[in-house]
């Protein structure tokens, strides 16, 4: 079963508004996250390594300030896409490496699609 | 060079046929080795994941590090139409807080 929850799993938002998605890790903790997005027949492409406690790690050519993310707890991480266009579009996706017994291999999530109109 | 090269195919194989992917790398601080199967629209599976040079083998998958080629395959015998997805290889240097590096990923389809 699913290890990584990932809600919502698709959401349609008005240009200008903000969307939250959140991340959750179901039976282990997770000291790190990451989310990427991908465009359709594209790779995964990292946007941000997410550490419980502390601030996240944005990757070259991320706009911190639009993609805020935030690792309150050992089990959830949020990002929340802020004032939101059209060119954010994607496919959203966190993983989650385990700090106990899966702490060498990651698992993703189900993955969120953000279509903003 | 980028760090993961993979084919991104897509790669068209009968049904009942053995498949082959791999990927090629140039960092040799690589020591962890995964593949992820991503059907379309969803978020990557975990399909196999080898520390170090090896082989492992679960059911119909058997996956291949050779990392004094540096070089990693995935082998599925007797593939299915359900088999058909993106097939993603990732690799990072340690379990700490370094995120994983992904191939492009590999279209198969498996025709009944």
């Known amino acids: 079963g699913a290890v990584v929850s990932q809600h919502p799993s698709w959401v349609i938002c008005k240009s200008g508004t903000s969307v939250k998605i959140e991340c959750r890790s179901l039976?282990?903790?997770?000291?790190?996250m990451f989310w990427y997005r991908q465009f359709p027949k594209q790779s995964l492409m990292l946007m941000a390594t997410?550490?419980?406690?502390?601030?996240?790690?944005?990757e070259q050519g991320v706009e911190k300030d639009k993609f805020l993310i935030n690792h309150a707890s050992l089990t959830l991480s949020t990002l929340t896409v802020t004032s939101a266009h059209p060119e954010d579009s994607s496919f959203y996706i966190c993983?989650?490496?385990?700090?106990?017994?899966?702490?060498?291999?990651?698992?993703f999530g189900e993955g969120s699609w953000l279509t903003v109109v | 060079q980028k760090e993961v090269e993979q084919d991104p195919g897509p790669l068209s194989v009968p049904e009942g046929a053995i498949v082959s992917l791999n990927c090629t790398y140039s960092?040799?601080?690589?020591?962890?080795f995964m593949w992820y199967r991503q059907y379309s629209r969803k978020g990557p599976e975990l399909l196999m994941y080898?520390?170090?040079?090896g082989n492992k083998e679960d059911g119909r998958f058997t996956a291949q590090v050779d990392k004094s080629s540096k070089y990693i395959s995935l082998f599925i015998r007797d593939s299915q139409p359900s088999d058909s997805a993106t097939y993603l290889c990732?690799?990072?240097?340690?379990?700490?807080?370094?995120?994983?590096?992904f191939g492009k990923g590999t279209r198969l389809s498996v025709i009944a």
């Open positions: 990732a690799m990072s240097r340690n379990s700490g807080n370094t995120p994983l590096v």
């Open positions: 039976d282990f903790q997770a000291t790190t």
């Open positions: 993983s989650a490496r385990g700090l106990q017994g899966r702490g060498n291999t990651i698992y």
């Open positions: 997410s550490n419980e406690g502390s601030k996240a790690t944005y």
């Open positions: 080898t520390y170090s040079s």
């Open positions: 960092n040799s601080a690589f020591q962890y």
